[in-house]
């Protein structure tokens, strides 16, 4: 009997998965996983008074559907950014607290963070119509079948194989390259004609074949991987070989003393910090508004010629920033940026790896400029595979981590399809999640520089985070708890063509109407008389602390991308 029941907490949603033999509540299982990650976590406190300060509560069940336990691990995530908050405020000498406090449903609502917004009393898809909300990818609003179904999951013709095509920022080169031409789109009349039509080109290709053929272009996609065959490659064990929380110290010289922080009238743990923000799209994004939330400064730095995923402009993932325009071509902003760079303590990069090295803003090239002011830096580069092995500096998003580490094949499983097919997590949870882990690798940084001194170079990855939620520690929900959140939320039914988008509001959707998890105000903030609404409600911060004066918060509104004129940071007294 032992032995069965072994064979059946193993591999029950394919090679490599692992799952529980009883269902824990969330609060409690959070208290377990905060000590399995502290354990892995190289310089993580272990401080028994910090580990036991954090208070998880919440509802019993998860609020997120499917086996993963992305709101336990989320949750966690979060805690351990409250405990190094707390560290810096003991350096400061704010509080002696040890008191951390995360409400798990809050933390399961964080993943929809894009989505979670109401202006003026209109909520939904019906917020990225407004005027006020400018359109930064013009393809993505213009309604064509194709361009909706770029980005979904289709089989190959290795059968029991299936392939995550991701149109990403230019999604007609990506048809172009597995023979769609614009000129299909007359012959379309559907979202479903779009998805036939593309799912007969990907079947012409064996699975390594389309694989290869993205890599060869540039473009992004992977194949649905289970845990076990993606931690068979090659890409996969490089990953591997680093922590979770993956910084280190460089910079050992005397002219990189440490930096303890001082008492200020800002009590947020970063108050005082100045951060270069330099992302698209979500996890980076997400990053600063954590660091802001906590109190740091933040300036973004966007492209006005760039495309961006227009949804993240009004909610709390642009809150508390100042958001810039910068042309790296244009010699003026080039030294506009080299001036922040100069400034700043923390460069957040979370454009392709080596993008902006080859630009002369990598870290060496920041560590060079503060060796020479006589302050460390911590930059922290975040990406879709990780600091090294032969796809680091590949392109990739969250739909493409989802399927290389496992995750869409584990949903797959768990929804009763075949072996092999891919469905999407409910939520873009990889992304908003790496944000959190990469704000944790940053405050782990700063608070290091103030003990130790020196410059710290980390890495953050959505493929990282993926792989930490299907670890054989962690494990998965069985089948029973799955049922008991369908039958508590009632999730529509998705599949393999599932897109992001309307994905999000129907999780939305079903929350609102099963639960009060969308209605209550304690998960929310409003800010009145933004530039989007004069009454715009989005997430509030999941951290709080004992001290309202410490609780992370956000001191202004979100705003659009390259909102502000150029504008240095406030200097400091």
């Not at 933040?298 to 910068?326: E, F």
Request: glycine content about 8%; hydrophobic content about 35%.
């Amino acid at each position: 009997m032992a032995a069965t029941r072994e064979a059946d907490r193993q591999d029950n949603y394919g090679p490599g998965t692992h799952v529980d033999m009883s269902f824990t509540p969330v609060p409690e299982e959070c208290k377990r996983l905060l000590k399995v990650f502290a354990a892995r976590t190289p310089g993580f406190t272990q401080d028994q008074a910090l580990l036991d300060g954090v208070t998880f509560e919440g509802d019993e069940l998860p609020c997120l559907p499917g086996p993963i336990k992305a709101q336990a691990v989320t949750a966690v995530l979060h805690a351990m950014v409250g405990i190094v908050g707390l560290e810096i405020l003991h350096l400061r000498g704010e509080t002696t607290s040890t008191t951390t406090y995360v409400n798990t449903n809050h933390a399961g609502l964080y993943p929809a963070t894009p989505a979670l917004v109401t202006v003026d009393g209109q909520m939904g898809s019906s917020v990225i119509a407004l005027p006020s909300v400018p359109q930064w990818d013009k393809d993505r609003q213009s309604g064509s079948p194709l361009i909706y179904r770029a980005t979904a999951i289709y089989p190959t013709a290795d059968e029991g194989i299936w392939f995550q095509l991701h149109g990403s920022l230019d999604p007609w080169t990506m048809l172009r390259t597995i023979g769609i031409t614009r000129d299909a789109e007359a012959t379309l009349s559907s979202n479903d004609e779009a998805y036939r039509l593309i799912g007969d080109r990907v079947r012409t290709y064996r699975a390594r074949e389309i694989e290869q053929l993205m890599l060869e272009h540039g473009l992004s996609g992977s194949i649905v991987h289970s845990p076990e065959s993606w931690r068979n490659t090659q890409m996969g064990r490089s990953l591997a070989r680093h922590p979770l929380v993956n910084y280190a110290k460089h910079g050992h010289g005397p002219s990189l003393p440490p930096r303890p922080p001082i008492k200020l009238a800002d009590k947020r743990p970063l108050a005082r910090i100045k951060v270069v923000e330099l992302a698209r799209i979500i996890a980076a994004t997400a990053t600063g508004a954590a660091l802001a939330s906590m109190g740091a400064e933040v300036i973004r730095v966007n492209s006005s010629k760039l495309k961006d995923y227009t949804p993240a402009q009004p909610c709390s993932l642009m809150a508390g920033k100042i958001t810039i325009d910068l042309d790296l071509d244009n010699p003026t902003d080039h030294a506009r940026l080299t001036q922040l760079f100069e400034e700043a303590d923390v460069i957040i990069q979370g454009y392709r790896l080596g993008s902006f090295a080859r630009r002369g803003f990598g870290f060496e090239a920041a560590q060079k400029m503060a060796e020479r002011r006589g302050r460390g830096i911590v930059y922290v580069d975040e990406n879709c595979y990780g600091p090294d092995g032969y796809y680091s500096e590949r392109p990739g998003w969250q739909q493409t981590a989802d399927a290389a580490a496992g995750s869409s094949y584990v949903m797959g499983q768990a929804f009763g399809c075949p072996k092999g097919q891919g469905v999407l997590p409910s939520l873009p949870i990889s992304d908003m999640s790496t944000g959190i882990l990469t704000a944790l690798t940053i405050m782990c940084g700063l608070r290091d520089r103030a003990k130790y001194g020196g410059s710290y170079h980390g890495h953050s990855a959505l493929t990282a985070y993926n792989m930490a939620t299907l670890d054989p520690e962690v494990r998965l929900y069985q089948h029973e708890v799955i049922r008991k959140i369908q039958e508590t939320y009632r999730f529509a039914p998705w599949s393999s063509d599932a897109h992001v988008a309307p994905l999000y509001y129907n999780i939305l959707r079903a929350w609102d109407e099963n639960s009060d998890l969308v209605k209550n105000e304690d998960y929310y903030v409003h800010f009145s008389n933004s530039v989007f609404g004069a009454d715009l409600r989005v997430l509030a911060p999941v951290v709080k602390y004992a001290s309202e004066e410490s609780t992370p918060r956000w001191t202004s509104p979100p705003v659009p991308f390259c909102h502000h004129e150029f504008r240095t940071f406030s200097p400091s007294v």
